[in-house]
């Protein structure tokens, strides 16, 4: 007979928690709603994150973290003794906080350290079958999911709290960022530079970090005739990646003559906060499944995604008025894997046709065409 489950945590003997998120931007963002939900149930928890470097943007100024600790990844690149240097650094800044309770939210092995090293008195991750021995010598509590339906990851996430007996409220569930007021003052002066006002235009951002997640060039482009014919100037946004740059040059090459005057290319021209606050003042944003694309959701601005490889159950836009678009045609789909055969090419996407996906942005627009200015 197997063992019954630990009890809930009782969070009135938690003094500080540490919530680890060691992944990409947009997982980072979708974990926000974590912080909310425990700072409600428990308000005199001290609640501290864990993250990348790079993605402290998406947490910084959330009121219920206390403090945000972070790893950066180039410490490897800098040699042996750097990065000693600054892993006992962050030990010792980690371990002073004397956390009683750890909810690590991902798969990263780093988590075994920290459950040995900080000694937290609860610890919480997801069940896993890899390694599990290991990993229940030095956990309490484990989170399920379900094994053959799929959940959105913010409600993967609150799984977690609800494993250690926190039950989160629907207000708990929103994604929290704030850009900051120099991020929003640069964002309102680059529109204003190109003579654009707030709710005026449409945000395009075709890229992601996967490129096997992007439409093809000349259908972006076609969307892009289509929403200037429809009266909106367009604001196009990218990574400063070569190969999104590149992407970008081949949509811009691909949009008509008639349409150039009116599309503004900032991409690379932003830091990640001025991108928030530039999504934030868009009268829609258009773009893949991207981080860009949860940040649109957190600035509560409409959404039209394009899906392929990629579940939209899992990693729709969340909590916003949204059009997703993707292929009927592909039972296949979604595969997870990065393009057909791992070809770096999603057939879903290359096939899609620009005609659904006008018309799912001309219903967008209509469906939100009340939103404030």
Avoid at 10 to 31: E, N
Avoid at 85 to 112: F, N
Avoid at 302 to 326: K, Q
Avoid at 354 to 365: N, Q
Wanted: net charge positive; hydrophobic share 45%.
């Amino acid at each position: 007979m197997a063992s019954p489950l630990p009890d809930p945590v009782p969070l009135h003997l938690v003094r500080r928690a540490l919530v680890t998120k060691l992944r990409h931007h947009g997982d980072v963002l979708l974990a926000s709603p974590v912080f909310t939900a425990l700072a409600r149930a428990a308000p005199a928890i001290e609640i501290d994150a864990l993250i990348y470097q790079e993605t402290a943007p998406m947490l910084t100024g959330h009121p219920a973290i206390s403090q945000l600790h972070s790893i950066d990844r180039d410490w490897k690149r800098r040699g042996t003794f750097t990065q000693l240097r600054e892993e006992w650094a962050l030990l010792r800044g980690l371990r002073a906080r004397r956390y009683d309770l750890l909810i690590h939210l991902t798969e990263h092995p780093r988590g075994l350290t920290l459950a040995r090293l900080l000694r937290p008195r609860w610890s919480v991750t997801r069940e896993r079958d890899r390694h599990a021995a290991l990993w229940r010598r030095h956990f309490t509590h484990f989170y399920r999911l379900p094994p053959r339906t799929e959940r959105h990851v913010v409600e993967q996430n609150l799984d977690a709290l609800r494993r250690i007996g926190v039950q989160p409220d629907d207000s708990d569930r929103r994604l929290v960022l704030f850009p900051g007021a120099s991020a929003e003052g640069r964002a309102s002066a680059l529109l204003a530079e190109h003579g654009l006002a707030a709710r005026q235009f449409v945000q395009v951002h075709p890229g992601s970090r996967w490129l096997f997640k992007c439409a093809p060039p000349e259908h972006t482009a076609a969307l892009i005739d289509t929403i200037v014919a429809e009266g909106l100037p367009v604001v196009i946004t990218g990574a400063p990646d070569d190969r999104e740059r590149a992407l970008v040059a081949r949509v811009l090459d691909a949009t008509h003559p008639d349409a150039r005057p009116r599309v503004v290319n900032l991409t690379g021209a932003l830091s990640m906060p001025e991108l928030a606050a530039l999504t934030g003042l868009a009268r829609a944003f258009v773009g893949v499944d991207s981080a860009p694309m949860h940040i649109a959701a957190a600035m509560r601005t409409p959404v039209l995604a394009l899906f392929g490889p990629s579940s939209e159950v899992a990693w729709g836009p969340w909590r916003v008025a949204h059009r997703v678009v993707a292929s009927q045609r592909h039972p296949c789909r979604p595969c997870g894997l990065d393009g057909c055969g791992g070809g770096k090419v999603s057939s879903c996407l290359t096939t899609l046709h620009v005609d659904p996906v006008r018309a799912a942005f001309r219903a967008l627009l209509e469906e939100t065409c009340d939103r404030p200015h």
